[in-house]
């Protein structure tokens, strides 16, 4: 299978909360994360189409600071460990905190 990833994916974990446009909240955890997108951890049951829109608010705390930060993205893939999302847009405090971890 290609690789269709555009940006290396990191093993980081953080605290992940999806609201869909519908309103619903889906809970999770980050397993993985780049500048374009994360796989998130969550309940198996969660089953959302190709294409779903989404804002992803991601916890980022880091040496004792509390971070949090919004994303406006859009589901990828869904199986029974979690939901592959793309970024659409990205803001300057997830690309400073993805960007220092490149470094």
């Known amino acids: 299978m290609k ?16 609201k869909l446009a519908n309103g619903e909240i889906i809970e999770g955890q980050t397993r993985d994360m780049s500048v374009g997108g994360a ?11 190709e294409g779903t829109e989404c804002t992803i608010r991601l916890m980022l705390d880091e ?4 971070l949090t930060t919004e994303i406006y993205g859009t589901i990828t893939h869904s199986d029974s460990e979690g939901l592959g999302c793309h970024f659409l847009k990205v803001n300057a405090i997830y690309y400073q905190f993805i960007g220092a971890l490149y470094d």
């Open 63 to 66: 040496e004792g600071r509390e």
């Open 39 to 49: 796989f998130i951890e969550c309940e198996p049951d969660v089953d959302l189409s």
């Open 3 to 18: 690789n269709r990833r555009d940006y290396e994916r990191l093993l980081i974990r953080k605290f992940a909360l999806l």
